[in-house]
């Protein structure tokens, strides 16, 4: 399996909205509903933002939503804010979890 | 609260192997699977497998299947990962993470802190 193909960075204003997309293909994201995203800040350990797609853990922000469209997901964080400033990893899960090479969103 | 406490970093030579723990405390072990997922300096995760504390049944990615082995000591609510034949590029930092509840036990949503291997001659 390759990896997802995610953006290498993205970056935006506070207040503004991103989308960081991630491209599989109709193996894997195509296929299945099972999109998850996590963030990664610097030396800190991934936190799950989105799972089955577009659905929060409980404590995440409403400003994170998940979608897809045929082989590719998306993570959108609106009114961007300092502290979203990481490393977004999207993964689609088979018959075992394959993350994304990552994505650094840099708040400007 | 719910935490996984990782061991201490590790320093091997090549060829070696590295057994990594992972304590859980704050839920019932054996209820929720256990991921093993790496992360090389500068670069993405990596998932390595998985372990089911229940049964001690593991899933294993095709690039780690026959050297890594996965196991779980119940009476102390414990989680392993050991890696033999230790190369450099295996240098890393290695994390244990929960599976979500049954039937999302795929997504990882409590991670420990990772451990750093880092392996030198």
């Known amino acids: 399996q390759s990896a997802l193909t995610q953006p290498a960075s993205v970056s935006g204003s506070p207040g503004q909205s991103i989308t960081i997309s991630c491209t599989g293909t109709s193996s894997d994201v195509g296929g299945y509903n099972y999109v998850s995203w996590y963030q990664q800040h610097p030396g800190k350990a991934p936190k799950l933002m989105i799972y089955?797609?577009?659905n929060r853990p409980s404590g995440v922000s409403n400003r994170f939503s998940g979608s897809k469209s045929g082989n590719t997901a998306s993570l959108t964080i609106s009114g961007l804010q300092a502290e979203d400033e990481a490393d977004y990893y999207c993964s689609s899960y088979t018959s075992s979890p394959l993350f994304g090479g990552g994505t650094k969103l840099t708040v400007l | 609260q719910v935490q996984l406490v990782q061991s201490g970093a590790e320093v091997k030579k090549p060829g070696a192997s590295v057994k990594v723990s992972c304590k859980a405390s704050?839920?019932?072990?054996?209820?929720?699977?256990m991921h093993w997922v790496r992360q090389a300096p500068g670069q993405g995760l990596e998932w390595m497998g998985w372990?089911?504390?229940?049964?001690?049944?593991?899933n294993y990615a095709q690039k780690f299947q026959g050297w890594v082995t996965m196991t779980r000591d119940t009476s102390i609510s414990t989680a392993y990962m050991e890696l033999s034949r230790l190369r450099s590029d295996d240098t890393a930092v290695y994390y244990c993470a929960r599976g979500l509840a049954p039937p999302y036990y795929y997504y990882m949503d409590v991670w420990g802190k990772g451990t750093t291997v880092t392996v030198s001659s």
């Open positions: 704050g839920y019932t072990f054996t209820g929720y699977y």
């Open positions: 372990i089911n504390p229940n049964s001690g049944g593991t």
């Open positions: 089955d797609v577009s």
